[in-house]
Each structure stands twice: as C-alpha cells, then as structure tokens.
C-alpha cells in the first residue's frame, strides 16, 4: 500500500463513491414519469419528390395506376385485399344469425342516402377505384385501383361520378404531386359522407382539414395527420367503424400511444374501468360545423324553399346540429347490424347497428355517440327496409316517384316490393372518437354527477349515482 | 249488400254483440287514448322529498291558511312534528349575536360602539346603519328597520321576534326613545313609533334553506315593505302553492288536497343546498348550461365582495367573465364544489349523527371511534341549527362553535401526497393548507369603502381590487389579486399563516364614546335639496363640471375637512373626526389543486418571497388618516403599516415579528458581513504573502534543500481527510445556494437541501469514525498541544511565517510522523475539530430537527438564532479552508504537502540534530 503509485485513484474513487452512493439512495426521484405517447407516434417516410418521375401523358386515371405499378408493384394488390376497395367485411358469425354474414358499404343499408345498390355512379365517387358504375365492377382488375385518392397532395384532385376523375383535372400534375396520405386525402370522402360536409359521422367534417387545437387537439395543435393513429401496414389501415365493422380486429384505440392511468389524479383513472377516454375528452361533437341529425324521407319530393341544412326536394327535411351533447351508452362491439331482407317492426324505432354492451358486460365502456334518426321506406306488406333507385334513370332524384324508385331498387338488390310502402323510424349509432378536445377542456364530475348532468344513471342499468351508490363492480352489477 | 244486412237481421244477437264490442273498443280507445295523453303529458312531477309527508300550512294562529288567508307560520307549520321552538332557541343563524347582546363597547376587543358579536348588533362599515341601543339620543335603527335592511341576510327568528329582553316584539309597549319599538324615518328625519301588530314579526324561514326555489327577491321585497310576517309567505311565491294578487298573497286552493293539506306535488322540502346557502353567503353557481357572469363588486353577495369567493364548478375558461389569461384557465373555481361536495358536508349541523364526532379533548383514549349517537328520528325532531363552522377572522358570532367543522386533515391525508415536500411538518405546522391552496383569487374584492363621502344616491366612494377599468362594466378586465398571508390564531392555540383579504374603510365618528355618524346626518351634512350643498361643490368641484366624480370625491385636504367636520358639527355633533378601519376577511374557499398549486419553493424562500410581500389595502387615505387594525380578529397584525409616495396605503407582514425564519429570505446581515469579511481579510492576507514569496523566489530562485521521503500519512488518515474536503466543500456550496436562492435560482432548491442533509450525515459519521480511530490508535495526541512552551513555540512558528518564510529559513519544528503538526495548526485544528465542526453540525441538526424537537429547537433561540450562527460558522470554514490550502504551499517544495496528503510519502527537509533539539 505504501508504495502502490496508483492510490490515489483508488482513494479518488472511493472517497467520490462514499459521498455519491449515499445521495442517490435518500434523493428520492422523480415520479417515474409515465410513458411518452410520442414514443408510439409513428415517423414518417421522408417524403419523395416524385415530379421527375411521373412525367407522361396521362388520359384517365388507370393510366396513371399503371404508372404507378411500375415501381409500387405490390401495392394495387394489397389495395384490393383490404375494405376500401371491396367495401365488403369478412364474413362473420353474429349471434341469433345461423350463417356468417358479410356487411359493408357494398351491400348494406344505412339511415343517410340509404345504400348505394342501383346508385353505383353516384355512390361510387368515393370509391377507390375507377369505373364501379354498375354491379359487374371487376374488383380484380389492378389498374382500376386509383392510386390519387388517397396520396394526392397537390390538392387538385377531384373525384366524380363511379369514381373517375372529373373534367379538367390535370393528371399530370396530381400524378407528380402525390405523397402520403395528409388530411385532405382521407377527408375528401370522409368528411362528406352522407352527401354534404359533416353530415354522418358527426366527428369528421372539414374544419378538421386545418383545425385550431380547441376544435381537435391531436390535429390542430400537434397536427397529427389521420395515419398516424390509422395506422397503415402494407395498406391495411387501422380502424373499425360501428357502420361497416362487426369486430375490434385492428381498431385504434387511444390507448395505442396513451398509457390508460395517465391521469394525476387517482380519481379520474378510477373512472377508466367504466368510461371510454371519449367520453370526456370529447365533450361535444360537430364542434364548428353542423352534422345531420335526423333525415325525414318521408318530407321529399315537395316544392318548397330549400335549405342545405333544412329541406332539400331530393332529400326531404333534416335538422342539424353543431356543439350537440352525445349520447351515451354501454358499448363493447356491435351487437348486430341490419341487412337487407331483415324484417322490422314499423311502430318502434329499428336500431341499424344497435351497440354491444350493458353495465354487466365489464369490457363495456360508457362511451359518447352520435345517434342519427331517419324515416326511410320500408314495405309494408313484408316489412323491411327497401332500397330507393335515387341516381341514375327513373331514379327518385330525377322522377320524385317513390313507387317506381322502390321498385327499380328492388329489382337491383332481388327483393320483392309489394308495391306498397311507408316510412319508418330508424335510428344508427356513431361513436365519436375525433374532434378530440384539449385537456383542459374535458368534462369535469358535475358535468356527469351534478343534478341534471349529462349521464341518465337509471337508463345505463346504475341504481343511482355512483358518487352514491358505488360503482358498478362494488354494486355488484357485473357479471364474471 | 242486401244479403248482409238481411242476415244481420235474421241474427239479433248478432247486432247486440257486434254493438257491444264497439262499445267496448270506443271506451278501450278512450282510455287507450287517455293514457297516451298522459304519457304524452310527461311523467307526474317527481316529489323531491319522497317520505316527507304532505301536511297543512298554518297561520299564526294555528288555523289552516287556507280558512284564514292569513300568513303562514313556520313555527306552527313545521312545529306539528318539528320542535321548532327548540330549533330556534339554538341557532346562531337566528339569534345572530341576540343572545349575548351588552351595552356598547362592553365585549372585549370590540369597538366602542358594537353592542353583540353577530350582525344583530355588530356594526360593519359595509352596511353602515347603526343599531341603536336603549336610549339612544340619535337613533339610526331601530329593531324594525335593522329587519327592513339587513333583515336580507337573516334568517328570521331571534332578534325578529323577540326583542333585547325577550319577549315577542307584537307585545311589547311603545315607549319613547325605545329602538325596539320605534324607527327613524329617514326621508323627515322623524323618530316614529313602528306598529308590531300590523307589521308582524318574522318567524325563521325554513323554506328559505330547505326548500329547493324559495323566493328571494320576493322575500326581501317584503322585508323591504315592512310586512314581515309576510315575509315567509313572500318565499313560496311562484312555486303553485301562492299567488300574488293585487299586492295581496292569494293561498292557491290548487295546491292543497281536500283535506287542507299540501298536495304531495308541492311538498319540495329539501337538504339545503349550495344554492341556498348562496343566497346570503355568497356567489354559488352550479347552473351546468349557462356561464357564470358578475358584474362590478356585487353586495348581495357578502362572501363573495369581500373575499372574491365564487363556489362553482364551472371551469373559469368557461364563464362569461372577462378573466385576465382565461383561455389559459381551465381550473374549476372551487376544486370541492367541482367534486360535488355540498356546503353541508363541511358545515353540518352539530348534532347531525352522520357527521357528529366527539370531540378529541373528551374522547377516552381507548375509543377510537363512538358509534353511539342521535337516532335520525331523534335528530329529525330536533336538529341543531348550530352549525358547524371555522375561525374566520370576521366572523366574531358564537365564538364557543368556532373550529367545530371539518378542517382539511378530516378528510385528507396529507403525508402521502405531500412526499415531495421536504420538512414537512415544519411546512404544516407554519402554513395553513390554504395558503398553498388558494395562490390566487380570480374574481374582484372590495378593497376600500370610503364612507367619508357620499355619492348622489347616498353611497359610499368606494374601489375594488382585482379590476382594471370601470367595474360596473361587463368589458373590465378581471385580473384578480393575491391574497396576504396573515399570521391567524386557531383556536388550539397555534399561530399558522393563511390567506386573507383586508378591507380598509374610513368613516366619520363623533360624541363620546364614540360612534359612527348617522347616514342621515351625513346626508344633511353633504346634500342640499337634491344635490350637493353649494359650499362643498364649489370646494370638491375641481373642474368645474357642477358634478362631483369619483376622483372629486376625496377628502385629501384639511380644508376638506374641515369642512365637513363643520358642518356635522352644525348638526349637533360633537367633535366629529375620520376613523379609519382594517378588516381581513378569511379565505377558505375557492380552492385548487393540482398544477395550480403552489409547489415552487422559490414562491416564498428567495427574496422576493410572498410570505413578505406587501398588500396594497388603499389608494389614499381619506383625511390621512392611518386606519387601524379591528381588535376582534383572531388574525395577527405584526407588519408594517406604511404609504408610499403615491399616498397608496400597503400593509407588509414581517417574519422576524412572526417569529418564522424563512430560509433563504431571513438572513442575517450581520452574520454575512461579518463572515464575508473575514473571508476576503484570508483571501487578501493571502495574495499578499503568497504574492511576496512568488516574485521573492522569482528574484532568487531558492536552493533545493536537502530532503529524505518519510512516510506521513496513512491510508486512513488521508481518506478520512480528503472525503471530509470534499464533503465540507459540497456543504459550502449547497449552503451558499440554499441561503440565496434567487442567485443561484438555477437549482432546484429542494434537491439542494437534501443533497445537502445527506452530505452532513456523511460528514457526521466521517466524523464520528475519524475520532474513534484517532483516539484508540494514540493519534489523537499530535492534535493536543503541550502546554508547556506552548506560547513560545507558537510564536516560534508565526514569526516563521511571517517573515522567516522570506528568508528562506528551515521550518523551525521538524515534521515527523510521529509529530505532524506544528503549535499552530494544533491550536487551529483544534478550535476546528472540536469547536467549529460540532458546533456547526450541531446547529444544522437543530435547524434540520425544527420539526422534529421544536421546543429544545426554539428553547435554543429557535431558527433564526440557529440559522445565524451555522451560517457565519460556514463563512469562517470558508475562509479556513483557504487559508489551509494556502499554507500548504509552504512545505519543502509548494507541492510537498498535497502530495504527501495524496500519496502518503513526503519529502522532509533534514534537519541537523543540534536543530532538532530545539524543536522538542
């Protein structure tokens, strides 16, 4: 030890050792920090320029998906495995049904333009591909896949009628200007669907194209782009919507970036066992422009003033909403979905896509949804829904003659048509999971718990109150 | 055709049966269609109170209203199964001071001329009528006009219906100079006699609290009238049970059964809920649709003008206020209103046996929890309308109730949240939970209420804080303002700080004793005919405009004065002066958490600390006169009182008065000076010598002298010494960070302070091992000077220092490792080791055991004795320190003795043996 030369660095050590060792045993650190959802927001592909490669005349659109196959040769085949090109589920099996059944915006009926079977051109303009006019679309063919639906960002795209690209459109520069998917691409029809801007979903309009954070906190403040939650692999996008959808198989869930029990408060994740994240951090939907909220069918076809939001003579009468209060209901899944053929009770209200899930079902949330409530034509001899002919020839939009648009559509679909009708209520359920408020902005305990606050404790299957009562598990209210 | 109906007629029961069946189907519709019209009708309106039972409203009489149409009595009416008498009698609500009433100036601490502690009785500059007592040569109020104005914010009962000695006011006689039985006609001047009979008393308004729409304005309007046995009555207004009709109440018949009972539909008897609180106490908003709005510093509201407390849950980014920042505040106004706590769960009644808890001082020891209590049905028949409450500072009514409700430590816990927190109950047992909870009001306050001055419609002039630009407009922009943090005294003795506003108000006062001049002498004093008198226009006026402004309406001039105080004399009264009043306000509610809390340690130990930070009570000072603080308060006023040279009066609470040593604001300057001057005296003693030997050896290089290598340190000892370096350096470093703060804002003051205990515990046990080793090895004996020669050697060894060091003359001691040090560092090291070292370490336990032991810690002189003591040891360590690396340098080469320190080995000047003895 005397003459060790290198003692000092051991003593040097040591003396920093006893001094640091004991500080950082009695500092108490920070609270583990929770998670950083930006670790789960995805990176974008740096974006490729591709005006040098799309040089070409281009006359229709197909020829520009040739173009585009040459070097993305597997992406029209995956385009056409997934539902935005077969707008068709796989099959499923749902309870009290014997055979699996498929749905789909193919060939199921909803309570807005009611369904697109002897609509395609109309309908179809949202399709992503080209040339569905009729029912012998060929969804094999590669080249009708349109490529510049989704990834123009040049904004000077615009689709029409069975999906073709309107007059004028300058393919060449669309061409040139694609990239991944921004806003505008997915809000081009989603925004719009229904028929006008904001009118289904009640949660998508195109205010979302460019919104200040208090109207979408994710797309204003952190300009969030709709893949990035919708995440796509190989064109499979995430997400399953209660309209087209029977399942959760690949749904995207706040949960996907967020840690559930992020809250502060111990209180507020209490909740997170009963209450979907939605339900309070979306206070209101339709937050700026207005979305549909009841269609009368059954007004159409009179000459009176017309008002987008009020009356139209091809539509009938609606009433719209903005800043409207959801409604909330139990909901782990769709319980089942009408089809075509099913039969109803015209002196109630049928539910369309009636959600799953009650107090006693413990993967059921509370969650805020959108009811939209139509009268839509039904037959009243073998009381089901029927599918309106409104586009094309001998079309309700063109003829105002119920009787022939029923029977045209009938014909389409193969359904009989007694050639008597009315209209019944029908009612279809969209959850709000978009125009996501900031934090400082969700719901607080009266807004739920206060006398007249927003949650019916008796209809969702409570005894009462559960600041009260208790919640549902100590109530004893689940079923294992 | 013809054959149906020739069958029909071969068939006659077959017409009778088909008649019957469409009878039946007609009257099957009928009811069919009845129903769906009661569904379509909605739901029968839901009884709020399903097991009250229905009863019959009675008049004072004990006959049914109905029968009589006379006034509802609620005494009688509630009184069938409620002992109403019993409620009555114990309630400070009703009685409001009426059961400790004295002549004026009897109570202590109150003011010459307060005759109770409640507001029947306690005079307030904010409402500013006086009541009268007996005899009473100037009457302002009498009994009956006290009910007509401030009978608003009473609940009826006790002083309403029974005068000063107890009985019923409708039968006492009418004698002259009696406020109990005559009032003061304001528009003549008059003193008239009040007729109780056709007046009436006003009984306690049950419907008030616990019903779930009581009328309020109907209700004052009556008080307001004088009919104030139809007061009550006034409270069912518009609830279906009775009509105004022609200026007369009409009992609906449609509301009773046909027993003369109440119809069930009717019978909405209620818990009191927020919003029936709120209507005397404060702003309550729990509308969940429509956004809160105030307007200018509302008076209906006491609670809320006085304090700026609003209960609401409502978020403030979501009211309809002009709030300052407000899309930045999305915190709820008041975090318990936001859970859904009723005012009730704090301020329940006493012997309500949900809430009811015995009282710890005569709970025994083996019980933790009585469940023996009150049956409802019991608590139902009598309740206690005491109520528990808190120790607000202006609140002086049933001071025997005061600290019966929940306090915060009820119901939370407040060690698992608060672990970030260092000192804990040091922070606990200094500061309030409000203090830290409630950083900031976001509505206005009353500030100042100038009753010197009068507006046109016999107003006080007065200002709000927390507003900027005209208050009474919905476009002023609401700043808000930070509340003062006073020391309060609780009830168990213990002096906390917690948040307060303070009101300061100014008012005339004349005669002796003294008392407030009568609003209607102020009004002769200051009026003529409809408008100002000519002589104080022409001397308030100044530009000129014939109208007297806000900013005109000052007494900020002797003349002004004078003037005034003339003229009330002309009425009669005797030397009339301004008084001047400071009233705090507690604020307990409006409380946040979360982000909105403070939890920055710098808000209060820095030099811009909140704990210190002036309040601004007025912008001027009517008179000049310095107001006073009420003498009734449980707060204490140990700051300074003081005006800056815009005439703004500002109120600073001091620490050292408080007897709170704040570290990092609370330093002691001399402590500082002083050490800091010893510091630099080293640092420049230093420069000079080490400067000297610098340019001497430059001159002329020294020889090398002759040396051996000894081996002088062991590997313990240098250890020892150098984890005590630097250990003593990072206690030096974070001290100096932890006594200034804002210099060294950079760090985070509460890691600071715990890096720094857990060096101290290191250097103790350092210290502790240092002295056992040296002590069982024998070592300890080099650091013990001999004391035989002891002066002269230390001289010896100084004079080498200072000037043998020069010469470049041999040490005069031989270093040896079995003599290491010479007399001097025996001498110092000592003072250091066993002076210096404990006594600092000892007053850092002390100030770190302040929550621990505070009674040895302030029987020792308390922190800010401990706090100046460690912090000028710490200066005289510094200043140690480099005074001991300085010397260092004077080894055999100026590196030898570090190098020794380091690697154990040193190279020893030789010394002759002559030398040698000399050293022994």
């Known amino acids: 030890m005397k003459d060790f030369k290198y003692i000092w660095v051991v003593g040097l050590f040591f003396t920093l050792a006893l001094i640091i060792v004991p500080i950082v045993i009695f500092i108490p650190g920070d609270e583990v920090s929770a998670e950083d959802p930006w670790d789960s927001v995805p990176v974008h592909a740096p974006h490729t320029d591709h005006s040098d490669l799309m040089q070409g005349v281009y006359e229709t659109g197909s020829d520009v998906t040739r173009a585009c196959l040459e070097c993305h040769e597997d992406a029209a085949w995956q385009i056409m495995q997934t539902v935005h090109w077969t707008w068709e589920s796989e099959p499923y099996e749902i309870e009290g049904r014997d055979e699996p059944v498929t749905i789909g915006k193919k060939t199921s009926l909803n309570n807005f333009c009611i369904g697109i079977q002897s609509n395609w051109p109309g309908c179809t303009s949202c399709h992503a591909g080209y040339g569905w006019e009729d029912a012998d679309f060929d969804f094999s063919n590669a080249e009708n896949v349109d490529c510049l639906v989704c990834h123009d960002n040049s904004g000077l795209y615009v689709k029409g009628n069975a999906g073709y690209p309107v007059e004028g459109v300058d393919l060449e520069a669309v061409a040139q200007g694609v990239g991944a998917p921004n806003r505008d691409n997915c809000g081009s029809c989603h925004f719009v669907g229904g028929g006008g801007n904001g009118v289904k979903h009640g949660d998508l309009d195109a205010h979302l194209s460019h919104p200040p954070e208090s109207v979408d906190v994710h797309m204003g403040r952190h300009d969030f782009l709709c893949i990035d939650c919708h995440q796509a692999t190989d064109h499979v996008i995430r997400g399953r919507s209660i309209s087209v959808s029977l399942d959760f198989e690949n749904q995207a869930y706040c949960t996907d970036c967020h840690a559930e029990d992020l809250h502060e408060d111990e209180r507020l994740n209490a909740h997170v066992s009963a209450v979907a994240c939605q339900t309070c951090h979306i206070p209101e939907g339709a937050v700026k422009d207005p979305t549909k909220m009841l269609w009368d069918w059954s007004a159409a076809g009179q000459d009176i003033e017309e008002d987008e939001h009020t009356y139209l003579k091809i539509k009938g009468a609606f009433v719209y909403e903005s800043d409207f209060t959801p409604e909330y209901y139990w909901y782990a899944g769709i319980r089942d979905r009408y089809l075509l053929g099913d039969t109803i009770d015209p002196s109630i209200s049928t539910n369309m896509n009636p959600p799953d899930g009650d107090i006693g079902n413990p993967d059921a949330l509370i969650f805020p949804f959108k009811v939209h409530r139509a009268k839509q034509p039904y037959d009243t001899v073998y009381n089901y829904l029927l599918q309106p002919k409104t586009v094309g020839e001998g079309g309700y939009w063109t003829e105002f003659d119920w009787e022939q648009a029923l029977q045209l559509g009938s014909e389409v679909v193969g359904m009989e048509f007694s050639g008597e009708y009315d209209f ?26 206060a006398e007249g606050g927003r949650l019916d404790w008796l209809a969702l299957g409570y005894d009462g109150d559960p600041i009260e009562w208790g919640n549902r598990f100590q109530e004893g209210l689940v079923s294992e | 055709m013809q054959r149906i109906t020739n069958y029909l007629k071969s068939k006659p029961w077959i017409n009778i049966a088909s008649i019957s069946l469409l009878v039946i189907l007609v009257m099957g519709g009928v009811v069919v269609g009845r129903a769906a019209a009661a569904r379509a009708a909605g739901p029968a309106p839901v009884q709020a109170s399903p097991i009250h039972p229905t009863f019959p409203l009675l008049d004072d009489q004990g006959e049914n209203v109905l029968d009589s149409g006379g006034a509802v009595s609620t005494m009688n009416t509630c009184g069938a199964c409620h002992d109403t008498d019993f409620i009555e009698g114990h309630s400070f609500h009703a009685k409001a001071g009426l059961d400790d009433f004295n002549a004026p100036g009897e109570a202590p601490n109150s003011r010459p001329w307060d005759l109770s502690p409640g507001i029947f009785g306690k005079w307030t500059p904010f409402f500013y009528r006086y009541l009268s007592p007996e005899s009473d040569e100037r009457l302002d109020l009498g009994t009956a006009s006290w009910i007509m104005s401030l009978g608003e914010r009473h609940v009826g009962g006790g002083p309403a219906v029974y005068s000063r000695d107890g009985e019923r006011l409708d039968q006492i006689e009418v004698r002259p100079g009696d406020p109990e039985t005559q009032v003061l006609d304001m528009e003549t001047g008059e003193v008239v006699p009040w007729d109780w009979q056709e007046s009436g008393v006003v009984e306690m308004n049950c419907f008030l609290c616990h019903t779930s729409e009581p009328n309020n304005e109907a209700r004052v309007e009556a008080l307001k009238q004088g009919s104030f046995k139809w007061a009550n009555t006034a409270t069912l207004l518009d609830s279906g049970i009775v009509q105004s009709i022609s200026d007369r109440y009409v009992w609906s018949p449609g509301a009773f059964d046909d027993d003369g009972n109440l119809r ?42 006085t304090t700026g407390q609003i209960i609401s849950s409502q978020r403030l980014s979501d009211t309809g206020m002009n709030l300052a920042n407000k899309d930045e505040l999305s915190r709820t106004w008041d975090i318990h209103a936001e859970r859904l706590l009723d005012c009730t769960d704090c301020h329940f009644s006493l012997n309500d046996p949900v809430y009811f808890r015995e009282d710890e001082s005569t709970q025994p020891e083996h019980l933790s929890f009585d469940p023996r209590r009150l049956e409802l049905g019991e608590y139902l028949y009598q309740p206690l309308h005491q109520f528990a409450r808190g120790e607000s500072a202006q609140s002086t009514v049933a001071p025997g109730l005061k600290d019966t409700m929940r306090r915060c430590e009820s119901c939370h816990t407040i060690e698992s949240s608060h672990e970030w927190l260092p000192y804990q109950e040091r922070h606990i047992k200094a500061l309030s939970c409000e203090t830290c909870h409630i950083p900031q009001m976001y509505s206005n306050a009353l500030k100042q209420q100038d009753w010197t001055v009068l507006t046109l419609d016999s107003e006080p002039s007065g200002q709000c804080r927390g507003v900027l630009g005209d208050v009474q407009s919905t476009a002023a922009l609401v700043v808000g303002f930070e509340p003062v943090w006073l020391p309060r005294m609780n009830v168990d003795g213990q002096e906390e700080i917690a948040p307060f506003n303070m009101v300061s108000s100014w008012f005339w006062v004349s005669e002796n004793p003294e008392r407030p001049v009568r609003l209607i002498d102020l009004e002769a004093a200051w009026f003529d005919e409809n408008d100002y008198h000519a002589d104080i226009l022409r001397l308030f006026d100044q530009d000129g405009d014939g109208e007297l402004g806000r900013e005109e309406l000052v007494i900020d001039s002797a003349e002004k004065e004078t003037l005034i105080a003339g003229r009330l004399e002309d009425l009669g009264l005797e030397n009339p002066h301004i008084k001047g009043e400071i009233q705090p306000y507690s604020i307990n509610h409006t409380v946040t958490t979360g982000e909105w809390v403070i ?19 007025a912008a001027y000072m009517p008179g000049g006169v310095m107001p006073e603080f009420v003498a009734d308060s449980n707060t204490v006023f140990n700051g300074d009182l003081y005006t800056e040279e815009s005439g703004e009066l500002f109120y600073q609470p001091s620490t050292e008065e408080q007897g709170l040593y704040v570290l990092g604001l609370d330093n002691s300057i001399w402590a500082d000076r002083l050490g800091g001057f010893a510091f630099l ?54 001290g100096l960070i932890i006594h200034k703060p804002d210099i060294f804002g ?46 002269d050697q230390a001289i010896t060894q100084a004079t080498y220092y200072l000037r043998g060091v020069f010469r470049r003359e041999r040490h005069p001691f031989e270093k040896k490792p079995q003599k290491k040090l010479n007399p001097l560092q025996q001498i110092t090291y000592f003072g250091i080791l066993n002076v210096l070292l404990p006594l600092q370490g000892l007053t850092g336990i002390l100030i770190w055991g302040a929550q621990r032991w505070p009674r040895i810690v302030s029987g020792l002189g308390g922190l800010p004795f401990l706090g100046t003591i460690h912090s000028l040891s710490a200066w005289l360590f510094a200043a140690f320190i480099v005074l001991h690396v300085y010397l260092t340098t004077t080894g055999s080469t100026p590196l030898a003795d570090i190098k020794a320190m380091i690697m154990g080995w040193e190279e020893i000047e030789v010394h002759e043996p002559e030398e040698e003895e000399a050293s022994l």
């Open chain 2, 681 to 734: 005296g080293v640092l420049l003693g230093i420069a000079i010598h080490g400067g000297v030997r610098v340019i001497d050896s430059m001159r002329k290089p020294r020889p090398k002298p002759e040396v051996k290598s000894v081996y002088m340190y062991g590997v313990y000892e240098r250890l020892w010494h150098w984890l005590q370096t630097v250990v003593i350096v990072a206690l030096l470093a974070t």
């Open chain 2, 599 to 617: 939890k920055d340690c710098q808000v209060c130990h820095s030099d811009t600390s909140r704990v210190t930070q002036p309040f601004l009570l």
């Open chain 2, 264 to 305: 069930s539909e009717y019978v909405k008897i209620q818990d009191p809920q927020n919003e029936n609180c709120g209507l005397c106490h404060g702003l309550v908003h729990d509308d969940l649709s429509g956004p809160l709005t105030v307007v200018g510093c509302s008076p209906q509201r006491f609670r809320t003008v």
């Open chain 1, 424 to 449: 019944a209520d029908t009612e279809m359920y969209w959850p709000i999971s978009h125009m996501v408020a900031p934090a400082g902005r969700a719901l607080n305990c009266a807004d739920c718990h």
């Open chain 2, 746 to 791: 950079i760090f985070s003051f509460r890691y600071v302070v715990l890096v720094h205990n857990v060096l101290a515990a290191i250097l103790l046990v350092n210290a502790v091992l240092a002295l056992f080793y040296h002590v069982t090895s024998g070592e300890i004996r080099q650091f013990i000077p001999r004391p035989r020669g002891f002066f």
